[in-house]
């Protein structure tokens, strides 16, 4: 394999694979990363996981809002999945290669989900809209059929748009340096490694945040301006309270988001160092994850409810007499 790096004086030789700089100078502090990721990227998945699982096992959460949760969830976990445990191995190794197919699947993946998360984030907007501004139409508007448009219609924009923008940008050539000097395939880094002009790239990506990014915040921003005109117009406080505890959990893990997001963006535009950008984007990719089913298990009285009957029932009865069963016959 020829490594550019290693011929500087031919810089047009082709990249096969790229290095994954990352955290390389955290030197022996990598192994206390890794250990503090692996604990949050199982939480992030039992979290999830359950989510998924209380959901589906309980009738009284069959509703338009946690069918998006369900949806949600399962993105968070292909998210976090295509970049922590590549991150985790990387913590480990000495040599951090990716071939530049992975590179490409991982960016893929990664921007899928994120620009998926985004319109899905939107919907659960409209949802939470329509059931406490138009609550007389809301069965109708929001059937289970509706629902599943909705959240397909989500998807097929993530991945139509992102399977167009990734395409485009390896099919680039790349030359010169393969060091990227980050910890995941994301889009910036990539482009820097391409020796070629990126300008329209560069264009296409201020397009898509701008058309598939920005236009679902300004979305939910309408939605919640309507919202919370609506609920400060009930004339009982506990009528209020009821409706607003229904969309703060939604309300908070929008503002998680999008506040992560606008964090790391700013951090890219400033003159911050990379090692510092590197932590902001780690931080950005993981919080979101771990946080959101703690935010809706523990803020949502159904959620926390049918948690609580879910495992007394399985505690209680059902494993507990199968325990004793299997202890009785062996
Ligand atoms: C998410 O929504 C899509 C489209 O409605 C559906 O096909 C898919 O099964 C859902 N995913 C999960 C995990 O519920």
Request: proline content about 4%.
């Amino acid at each position: 394999m020829i490594y550019s790096e290693s011929n500087p004086g031919k810089n047009q030789t082709i990249s096969e694979v790229f290095i994954l700089v990352g955290f390389s100078n955290l030197n022996k502090l990598q192994i206390v990363l890794f250990l503090v990721l692996l604990v949050i990227y199982l939480v992030t998945l039992i979290g999830n996981l359950l989510v998924i699982l209380l959901i589906k096992l309980n009738p009284s959460l069959h509703t338009p809002m946690y069918f998006f949760l369900v949806n949600l969830s399962f993105l968070e976990i292909c998210f976090t999945s295509s970049v922590v445990p590549q991150l985790l191995i990387d913590l480990l190794v000495v040599q951090k290669t990716i071939t530049i197919a992975g590179c490409a699947a991982q960016m893929y993946v990664i921007t899928i989900m994120g620009l998926t998360e985004c319109c899905l984030l939107a919907v659960m907007a409209y949802d939470r809209y329509m059931a406490i501004c138009h609550p007389l139409h809301y069965k109708t508007i929001m059937s289970g059929q509706a629902c599943a448009q909705f959240a397909g219609a989500s998807w097929i924009i993530g991945i139509s748009v992102e399977v167009v923008q990734t395409t485009w940008i390896f099919s680039l050539p790349f030359c010169g340096s393969n060091r990227i000097h980050h910890f995941l395939c994301d889009i910036p880094p990539v482009l820097k490694m391409a020796c070629t002009d990126t300008s329209k790239n560069e264009i296409m990506v201020f397009t898509v945040s701008v058309l598939f990014i920005m236009s679902p915040f300004l979305m939910i921003i309408l939605s919640y301006i309507c919202i919370i005109s609506t609920i400060l117009m009930l004339p009982s406080v506990e009528g209020r309270n009821k409706a607003f505890s229904t969309c703060s959990s939604h309300l908070m893990v929008v503002t998680l988001f999008y506040g992560m997001a606008l964090i790391s963006y700013l951090g890219l535009k400033s003159s911050f160092t990379p090692e510092s950008n590197q932590m902001i984007s780690l931080m950005n990719i993981i919080v979101g994850p771990v946080l959101n089913p703690i935010i809706y298990t523990l803020r949502n009285k159904e959620v926390k409810g049918a948690f609580i009957k879910t495992v007394e029932k399985s505690i209680f009865s059902h494993n507990w007499r199968k325990q004793r069963m299997k202890d009785s016959v062996s």
